[in-house]
């Protein structure tokens, strides 16, 4: 594995982290500054919506210059591109929904159909709370809705006009956000709604777009990226401080975005020296290889974990670390198991999607012809 992709890897285990500890222990912390401050799974959705723009913009790229080299239909582009996110993102999904389903789980199966057509942020919006167990689902609505319409936007969009677009994109963001706070919309929709996170996809985007194109120089890219950090870290982290993000000020997830571009930039060259070191550790890195895993399965795990405690017959712990390893270590148990039982076949044969093969003369085809 390249160095870049570790330290990505690793930054989606940060991000899981501080989903998990939100749900986990958050309240119950000691320490105010963790308790009260930052929202840290709010922190670690948004960067997971900044990676996604970026790596799934990058992807795009690439299949819109075979296109444009006339090495592949957009049609056949746009088939490869959803059979491969659906081979890596379907399965385990709908396997946790018809799970918690049977073992009759009410928030599941109350909101099952939402759930099952990625609805559930729009379900969430409607209801004005989050569902115990599965209001973490919402985010995974956000990401599959665009998904959904993301691939054929960045190979319809002329090259020529592609900057202009992103930069459109990350302005919907915080007008639509500014439209809710004049309306007096409700937290829910100004956050869960996807054109409320939007801008997050677009940062991403615009910075696999300034990296790929063969426009801009290394050094340019490195200048704008400073420029994201002191224009968008300063901002982001007094919002952060101030306690912004609890009603979600307009500018703030605009601002915490361009902060991560800076972040993902330089994870994608290599940190180097310390923060190398620890983007490179393999148990963290190892987190971010069964991310995934652990965002769709770790709600549970609580309830899983007293449920077995009391078919053992032995007490549950009553204290907050105790708790956080116990219910942290079911959901790594589960999400490994996952990722060598279900996710890694399924990663393994996606990729016969991604390669091509010579039919005739001149003609290049995809393996899925």
Known sequence: MKSYMKQLDALRAIAVIGVVYQHFVWRRSPLPFFRDTINWGGIGVDLFFVLSGFLITKILLTSKDKVDRCEETLLESAKRFYIRRTLRIFPIYYLTLITSAMLSVAS???AFFWNLAYLSN???????????????????SVEEQFYLLWPWLILLVPRKHLLKFLICVILTGPLYRAGCFIVDASSFITNVITLGTIDLFGIGALLAYLKTSGRYSQVSVDFFAKQCLLAGGIPFL???MLKYPDTYNTFYRTFEGFFFLWILHRASDGFTGAAGTVLEWKPLVYLGKVSYGIYVYHNFMPTVGRSLASLIKVGYPSQAFLQFSIDFGLTIFTASLSWYLIE????????????????EPGRVALATE
Do not use: C
Not at 122 to 140: D, F, N
Not at 344 to 359: I, N
């Open 108 to 110: 599941s199966r109350d």
């Open 122 to 140: 729009i379900y969430v919006a409607l209801q004005g709370k989050w569902p115990p167990l599965i209001g973490h689902l919402w985010s995974l």
């Open 238 to 240: 007094l919002l952060l």
């Open 344 to 359: 890694k076949p399924l990663s393994q044969f996606k990729e016969r999607f991604g390669k091509k093969r010579l039919t």
